[in-house]
Nanobody
Framework: QVQLVESGGGLVQAGGSLRLSCAAS????????MGWFRQAPGKEREFVAA???????YYTDSVKGRFTISRDNAKNTVFLQMNNLKPEDTAVYYC?????????????????WGQGTQVTVSS
């Protein structure tokens, strides 16, 4: 079992920045591929970014150049730095862990989830 706890969400004006953190406990953090997803009201949960065990990163097109995913295996934490935020980024953001090495962009492929943190971007 892996337990994930997100933090860092909040209310920010368009153009602002937030840094989300996800602290993991349980199994060996470095064994897991980590991802961030988001879900806006009335919409499906969508892939935002992922980072492999070796540090390769992947992003959905709408956040490329604005968001950066990173991980600190010594601290069992994955981060999502979000810059130049837009109102359409408003959602609940979820951290997820996957035991396999292949990056998937669908939520069903991830084994463990955090409780989510709200990000609201005002125009």
């Amino acid at each position: 079992q892996v337990q994930l706890v997100e933090s860092g969400g909040g209310l920010v004006q368009a153009g602002g920045s937030l840094r989300l953190s996800c602290a993991a406990s349980g199994r060996t953090f470095s064994d897991y591929l980590m991802g961030w997803f988001r879900q806006a009201p009335g919409k499906e949960r969508e892939f935002v970014a992922a980072i492999t065990r070796s540090g390769n990163t992947y992003y959905t097109d709408s956040v490329k150049g604005r968001f950066t995913i990173s991980r600190d295996n010594a601290k069992n934490t994955v981060f999502l730095q979000m810059n130049n935020l837009k109102p359409e980024d408003t959602a609940v953001y979820y951290c997820a862990a996957r035991s396999g090495g292949i990056v998937y962009r669908t939520a069903l492929q991830y084994d463990y989830w955090g409780q989510g943190t709200q990000v609201t971007v005002s125009s």
